[in-house]
């Protein structure tokens, strides 16, 4: 293992070389690329790389990079690609496609926030506008985990109980260009982690339809299909993290990351980076006396709803932090979390750090005592943070 200072944009550049170089006994590696910021410098420094056995194509657009990558992994290669906003916006309808062909293509996300007016710091809007889109979404707190998750991510959507594609999704700027130090482990012990890829349905010499009309049974069967792959995650991560331990000595975060929630009465449920901010709240009202946790949420499809509703038991406040907005909604997180809770607990929403303000211990002391004020939650609530 080795420490190296560099951002969460090379932390996902080297794991995918590594996990391409994994695959160099079976069919290799292949990539299609177009740079946006705040991505740029990880298809950069893998541009860089020369591959024993693998290509990496620079394309005119997002739509073609996925449609690089839906080819090569058809053809049983390890495939990956990384984009963000309105990047992603234009990718859409192939990273769709990308799911309903069952292909396990790994994306890495910079979250950033869609335009226009343009902006490019860090909401989650982007991702989670294609929660419907089919793949698994994994969202990390630091450096260290993007690299892991990276990893991660092939193993779990390459199981054959899967066969499904993996966002690894990071906050743009405070990960993405942010250095810190972080663990990469020696290809021997990455070739242990990750074996060759054998695509099952890859396109041989043996003739073969991809993509062909679906009456209504059979497309019934395969959303059917769909959805078992999608409920398999859950166990599948589960010995991932296990075999991620055995070989490389250190945890892989869980679906959901709980903090002081033994005795907690008051919660905060957020995703990225916020989270750690929310620890050090939480930690000065511990300091305080009061019985306050919070609730990472890492994997946010497939969705924890069992997860989160053990961990929801008991809870009278639940204030759930969005760094995203679906208009006429409110938050995304919150909506899917909110009929969750124990009947009379108090779930109010709050949108912060929309656009890339810069959330501070501050503004989450004063949710907290905003949440605790509350005898009935409202409508969701916008913090202002600027920045």
């Keep these: 293992m080795s420490a190296e200072l560099i951002s969460a944009n090379h932390a996902a550049a080297l794991a995918t070389i590594l996990a391409a170089r994994a695959n160099r006994t079976a069919r290799g590696f292949g990539s299609g690329v177009y740079p946006i910021t705040p991505q ?139 250095m810190m130090m972080t663990d990469l482990p020696p290809q021997a012990e990455v070739d242990a982690f990750l074996p060759p890829l054998d695509l ?65 009465e008051t919660i905060f449920v957020s995703m990225g980076t916020t989270a750690a901010t929310v620890r050090q709240v939480v930690d000065a009202a511990r300091a305080r006396g009061e019985k306050v946790g919070s609730l990472r949420i890492r994997m946010f499809r497939p969705f924890p709803e069992a997860l989160l509703r053990a961990a929801f038991a008991g809870r009278k406040r639940i204030a759930v932090l969005d760094r995203d907005l679906s208009p006429g909604l409110g938050g995304i997180v919150f909506s899917e979390v909110r009929g969750l809770a124990d009947p009379g607990a108090l779930v109010q929403n709050y949108m912060i750090g929309l656009g890339g303000g810069d959330v501070r211990a501050e503004h989450i002391e004063r949710i907290l005592a905003d949440v605790r004020a509350r005898e009935r939650a409202g409508a969701p609530e916008f913090v202002e943070v600027g920045g």
């Design 40 to 178: 740029t410098e990880s298809i950069e420094r893998i541009c860089e790389e020369t591959f024993e056995k693998g290509h990496v194509v620079r394309v005119e657009s997002e739509h073609s990079a996925m449609a690089v990558c839906m080819g090569f992994s058809l053809g049983g290669l390890r495939a990956f690609t990384a984009s963000s906003s309105n990047g992603l916006a234009y990718m859409a309808e192939n990273v769709f496609a990308a799911a309903f062909y069952r292909l396990p293509i790994v994306m890495m996300a910079v979250n950033r926030t869609l335009g226009p007016p343009w902006n490019i710091w860090v909401d989650h809007g982007d991702t989670l506008a294609l929660r419907d889109a089919g793949w698994i979404q994994l969202y990390c707190e630091d450096n260290q985990e993007v690299a892991d998750s990276v990893l991660a991510a092939f193993r779990i959507a390459e199981d054959r109980r899967v066969l499904l594609p993996a966002m690894v999704c990071q906050d743009a700027f405070i990960l993405s260009h942010t």
């Design 200 to 264: 099952p349905h890859r396109v041989t010499a043996r003739p073969l339809v991809v993509g062909g009309l679906d009456p209504p049974r059979e497309t019934e069967v395969h959303r059917r299909q769909h959805q078992e792959a999608m409920n398999a995650v859950f166990e599948v991560h589960e010995e991932v993290r296990g075999e991620f331990k055995r070989v490389f000595g250190r945890e892989l975060p869980p679906a959901i990351v709980p903090y002081r929630l033994d005795d907690a």
